[in-house]
């Protein structure tokens, strides 16, 4: 990463007027009505508001989970709505890690197969995988437990599984989505720092909450209401 001030103002995310209508039978909800915001390099963002507003639509659109009805979405300058299915994959894979509210671990699978998994996608050779793996679950503390299963975890312990998992790939972007939701206060601190760390190595960081005291470890925070952006608070 380079430490030059042109790196800092690169935008990574761009959205442009984006809107999501879900149809089920007859029945239209527009969750996001006209969603513009910008996030460059290295930037930690928070996206906060109530519950139902829109947060977790609009995740699953900047991850490349679902696209817009309406709008346009660049990821990396690179036009999402243009990509092919196998494209978006491999955008996906490449640039973002995600960390889940529900941590989304394999129950069968071993923590380092668990993490080793976007290495996999990404056609890294198998001894490589294991070695990164087990290097991403000392980062994030749990050295001594790579040949758990997640069932053998503590909920913190599994949510750092997932922010190696997050991580291992090196992505651009780490897009956490509640990451604290369901963790003790021990736990939401020792995950919320470990955000902190990946941010001051230079990742991107989007954070969705809708608490404001985690919220305020970001530099900025986009406040989220009935699918609108409602406001925008700079850290002092
Ligand atoms: N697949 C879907 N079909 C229909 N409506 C949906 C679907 N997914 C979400 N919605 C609706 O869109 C709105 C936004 O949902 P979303 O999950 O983005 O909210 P959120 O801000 O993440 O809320 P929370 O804080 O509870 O996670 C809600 O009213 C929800 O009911
Ligand atoms: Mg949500």
Redo the contacts with the bound molecule.
């Keep these: 990463m380079s430490a030059g001030g042109a790196a800092r103002t690169t935008p990574v995310v761009e959205v442009e007027d984006v809107r999501k209508t879900?149809r089920?039978g007859t029945i239209e909800?527009e969750?996001l009505r006209g969603i513009d915001m910008r996030i460059n390099q290295g930037e930690y963002v928070a996206v906060i508001?109530?519950?139902?507003?829109?947060?977790?639509?609009?995740m699953n659109i900047l991850g490349c989970l679902d696209v817009p009805t309406e709008g346009r979405y660049l990821l990396g300058g690179e036009d999402v709505s243009r990509m092919s299915e196998a494209e978006l994959a491999h955008a996906r894979n490449r640039r973002i890690g995600f960390v889940f509210q529900q941590f989304n671990l394999l129950p069968s699978l071993p923590a380092w197969r668990n993490v080793e998994l976007p290495l996999v996608y990404a056609g890294v050779a198998r001894a490589d995988r294991r070695a990164r793996a087990v290097r991403a679950l000392e980062r994030v503390g749990l050295g001594d437990r790579v040949n758990n299963r997640p069932g053998e975890l503590s909920g913190g312990q599994q949510q750092r599984v997932a922010v190696a998992r997050a991580l291992v790939g090196e992505p651009d972007i780490i897009l956490a989505?509640?990451p604290t939701g369901n963790l003790d206060s021990a736990s939401t601190t020792a995950v919320l720092e470990l955000l902190d760390e990946l941010h001051a190595s230079g990742r991107t960081i989007v954070l969705?909450t809708?608490e404001h005291d985690v919220a305020e470890r970001a530099g900025r925070s986009l406040v989220?209401r009935d699918?609108l952006l409602a406001d925008e608070l700079v850290a002092s």
Excluded: M, N, V
């Design positions: 879900y089920s909800f969750a508001g109530p519950s139902g507003s829109g947060k977790s639509t609009l989505d509640e969705i809708h989220i699918g």
